[in-house]
């Protein structure tokens, strides 16, 4: 990366730019832009190309491209002449990645980072890839290639690539802006359900997990479909179930998972869940992490506890800002030594086999083989030829369960709680030796959408594990984004902070994940604040992205600048579809405030996603979750707890601890502890105005859709009215 080295470097018009991906750029000798007015204003009179290279601080192939070509002097001269060239954060400005990603996947079926798209000077696109090499390979061509003959055809037929951009951009609008005509009926969620289930089975993994051969992604929402499908026991549950627990399972064995330092990476880029892609992003971490505890409710798996908690404190230690916003990723390339400036992937990650035998006290240790044999060590290396494709792991081995503990007991007459004993010694020593090496490089940029998405992570592993120390991790982000990333005054949030707030604006993304880590944290706190606020977010958000006629949430706002496209994010990837997750968010909201409004827009919304759902629910599983969500069958659990005393708190921490316990995915919960609560959730129902502690002791009323069983003073009683749901 180029922020090694920069010493007597020209910088270029990044260098004032707060994103770390841009600042690592701006001292190439390619003239850089942020993109802008300006840019576009040269570009308009200069009559030049605009290329738009889009990545983030932590590609991998980013940074492959800019040593290759972006540092190379001569490539560089050849874009300066031709081109007015432009460089994009896709974490800051999702909204010009998302529409040039789409772009470039309908015209080559490819996609992925670096994005590489030529522009005319009106921002329409006319060609663009991923990854372009440094010459002509392989009857490809190489990037000055590429250069030298759009800047010929920009010369010589200049018209005929106008023309072309304009169809481009039509057919563009047509295809993604998600306007139809009619609204279709909101499809049988037992059919969509069931669909889902079979969808995935034909994509399973029967061996490994996982819904692809390979490279292979977690995508969480997918997942959380599954046990919904699994806890709802009809068509497909028992498979969906199997399906989710070993997919879970072998990602937490494998070495996507950091078996010293806790986290996943990436994604892997073999069928084994083994060799990763090492770059960890935060939207994973809290997505899994919610994953995982609904895995622990549904299985007593405490082997899935065990992944929520390292994931936690991972994210505590090393992605927490200290005003509480969580930073963005780590990087999959580092420093091969500490004084020299050559880097590799995985190079913080991987291990010799003699390195981490003298470490753990020699080849007869029992604590190195134990270590050895449960990880898979080998002298040669663990990789498979078949996972390391670019040859780069050679002698290296990657941490992976290769055999559980009863396994290596077993094989070295061992004790098994001994092998757990020696094996935690040797993961402290390995962790502690690593943490001597040079991390890879920390994007620490705070973004309000992957803070949403941790906040549900740490408030939901505080509803089931009861640890303080989560809900705190939890009220800290939302506080920092709160202070820094809200503009009261407007009623609208920021993307982004680093340094300060950014120029971007909040996205629907921003709004969807952060509402949801909002509700989530209300139900973990019950601090009414959060509530409200999340009332107040949705709001903006439905003024501003929300399609009255056809239903559906615009990824961006329709009056922003620069937008050749308007788009709704119909399919989950890494992230789910922030339409998806308002959907559920407006049918928990609508159960606490009462307000039917809110239950409108969540069905039209349904209604615009019908063909989706009705044909591909694997592409949108989350929004197969809303529609769960919309069916019915919706508990409302409310504790009445007028009592001040110690003895009262810990009655109702015992009787939330009972609720939050159970996998029950259709519920809300609140508490009126206070005359401003009563007034508050009087709105959603009268009869929750009239909701009374008996004998002074915190009482829990079980509503199933607003029809209330006798209330209850105790746990027990509590957990039979639950167990009924």
């Known amino acids: ?20 991906y841009l600042l690592q750029h701006a001292h190439n000798p390619v003239e850089w832009m942020p993109w802008g007015e300006e840019a576009f204003r040269r570009a308009r009179e200069e009559g030049k190309l605009i290329f738009l290279s889009i990545g983030y601080s932590t590609c991998h192939w980013c940074h492959v491209m800019e040593r290759e070509s972006f540092e190379n002097d001569a490539i560089a001269a050849i874009m300066n002449e031709h081109f007015i060239n432009v460089k994009v954060d896709r974490e800051e400005r999702p909204d010009v990645d998302m529409i040039y990603m789409a772009f470039v996947q309908a015209s080559t079926r490819q996609g992925g980072w670096p994005l590489n798209v ?55 609008r047509e295809e993604f802006s998600g306007r139809k005509t009619g609204a279709d009926a909101i499809p049988e969620t037992g059919a969509v359900l069931a669909l889902a289930a079979r ?41 969906a179930e199997a399906m989710v627990r070993l997919t879970l399972d072998e990602m937490a064995r494998g070495g996507i998972y950091d078996h010293l330092g ?37 299985s007593g798996d405490v082997g899935m506890r065990a992944v929520v908690e390292d994931v936690l404190a991972y994210v505590m230690r090393d992605m927490t800002a200290p005003e509480g916003g969580f930073y963005s990723a780590e990087d999959a390339d580092s420093l091969v030594e500490g004084d020299g400036e050559e880097e590799a992937e995985g190079a913080f990650y991987v291990w010799g086999c003699g390195e981490l035998q003298e470490l753990l006290g020699g080849e007869e240790d029992d604590r190195f083989r134990v270590f050895a044999l449960s990880y898979g060590l080998t ?71 992957w803070n949403g998405l941790m906040i549900s992570g740490f408030a939901k592993a505080h509803q089931v594990t009861g640890e303080t120390i989560y809900l705190e991790a939890a009220t800290r982000a939302a506080a920092f984004v709160r202070e820094r990333l809200w503009d009261e005054a407007e009623g609208t949030l920021i993307r982004s902070f680093r340094e300060g707030p950014s120029e971007a604006p909040g996205f629907a993304s921003d709004y969807a994940f952060f509402i949801r880590g909002l509700l989530d944290l209300y139900e973990a706190g019950f601090q009414l604040e959060w509530l409200r606020w999340a009332v107040e977010l949705q709001a903006a958000m439905d003024e501003r992205y929300f399609d009255d006629e056809e239903g559906g949430y615009f990824s961006v706002r329709q009056d922003e600048n620069h937008q050749i496209v308007s788009m709704k994010e119909r399919h989950d990837g890494a992230e789910p579809s922030p339409g998806a997750v308002a959907v559920s968010n407006l049918i928990r909201l609508a159960r606490m405030t009462g307000d039917e409004s809110l239950r409108g827009k969540a069905e039209l919304t349904l209604r615009s996603f019908a063909k989706e ?69 009087s709105h959603a129902s009268g009869a929750i105005g009239e909701m009374k502690a008996i004998d002074g002791k915190p009482t829990a009323y079980v509503c ?20 009924s749901l």
């Open 613 to 681: 759902l009705e044909h591909r629910p694997i592409e949108c599983p989350q929004m197969a979750l809303a529609l769960d969500d919309w069916s019915g069958g919706w508990a409302e659990v409310v504790v009445v707890d007028d009592a001040a005393s110690e003895a009262g708190g810990q009655e109702r921490q015992e009787m939330l601890r009972a609720l939050h316990g159970r996998y029950l995915p259709r519920k809300t919960v609140m508490v009126i502890d206070s005359a401003e609560a009563r007034e508050f959730f």
């Open 199 to 239: 969808q995935f089975g034909e994509a399973y993994d029967e061996k490994h997990g996982g819904f692809s051969v390979s490279p292979k992604f977690p995508r969480p929402a997918g997942l959380d479909l599954l046990w919904r499908i699994g806890a709802g026991g009809a068509e497909g549950a028992s498979e």
């Open 1 to 20: 990366m180029s922020e090694l080295g920069t010493e007597g470097k020209k910088a270029n018009a990044l260098a004032t730019e707060k994103s770390p």
């Open 379 to 449: 002298e040669a290396g663990n990789v498979r030829p078949g996972s390391d494709p670019m040859g780069e792991f050679g002698g290296k081995n990657v941490l992976f369960r290769a055999l559980r503990t009863g396994e290596v007991a077993a094989g070295l007459e061992l004790d098994g709680e001994r092998v757990t004993g020696l094996l935690e010694e040797g993961k402290e020593v390995a962790l502690s030796e690593r943490g001597k090496r040079v991390r890879p490089h920390l994007d620490d940029k705070v973004i309000v959408a």
């Open 118 to 172: 030529w522009l005319t000077p009106e921002l329409n696109p006319i060609v663009g890839g991923t990854y372009f090499p440094p010459e002509d390979r392989s009857g490809r061509p190489g990037f000055p290639s590429v250069l030298e003959r759009l800047a010929g055809l920009w010369k010589d037929e200049r018209d005929q690539l106008e023309t072309q951009s304009v169809n481009v951009l039509g057919a563009m």
């Open 704 to 723: 199933r859709d607003f029809a209330c069983q006798q209330p209850v003073t105790d746990v027990a009683g509590l957990e039979a009215l639950l167990s």
């Open 262 to 298: 806790g986290g996943f990476h990436r994604y892997s880029v073999d069928r084994y869940w083994h060799v990763p892609h090492f770059e960890k992003m935060l939207y994973d971490q809290g997505q899994l992490v919610v994953t995982y505890l609904d895995g622990w409710q549904r």
